[in-house]
């Protein structure tokens, strides 16, 4: 349940930003794709507070990590390191944001096991 939230709400975002992004409104897009993916984490983070070290929990915040550190590397480090490339900005929208969400959520989802089996 938590990770189709967050997931729903990464297409969402994905989907927003590329309505927004001809009218030159990408800071907007950006910045409710941001909004959209919180509001869609803290929601899936409410569903499974009630077990205290759940793999649920686990798994999403994993995934929230990983798939923010993969977008923000993906989606800006193009635009540093190589401001020529007109479509460097794409590698973090549909390859490294995309990616760091499933690699969190199995690597979370993977620890949130090991956990439980400790407790």
Do not use: C, K
């Not at 297409?11 to 950006?30: I, K």
């Not at 909004?35 to 999403?60: I, K, P």
């Not at 007109?86 to 956990?115: A, E, H, K």
């Amino acid at each position: 349940m938590a990770a189709a939230a967050f997931i729903t709400g990464y297409v969402a975002m994905l989907l927003l930003w590329l309505l927004l992004m001809p009218a030159g409104w990408q800071w907007l897009g950006s910045f409710f794709s941001l909004v959209t993916a919180l509001v869609a984490a803290r929601w899936a983070w409410q569903q499974d507070a009630r077990a205290s070290h759940s793999a649920g929990r686990s798994a999403v915040l994993g995934a929230v990590l990983l798939g923010a550190i993969g977008f923000v590397a993906g989606f800006f480090g193009p635009m540093l390191f190589a401001p020529q490339a007109n479509q460097g900005p794409l590698l973090g929208l549909l390859i490294t944001g995309p990616g760091g969400v499933v690699l969190g959520g199995v690597l979370g989802f993977v620890y949130g096991l090991i956990r439980a089996e400790r407790d």
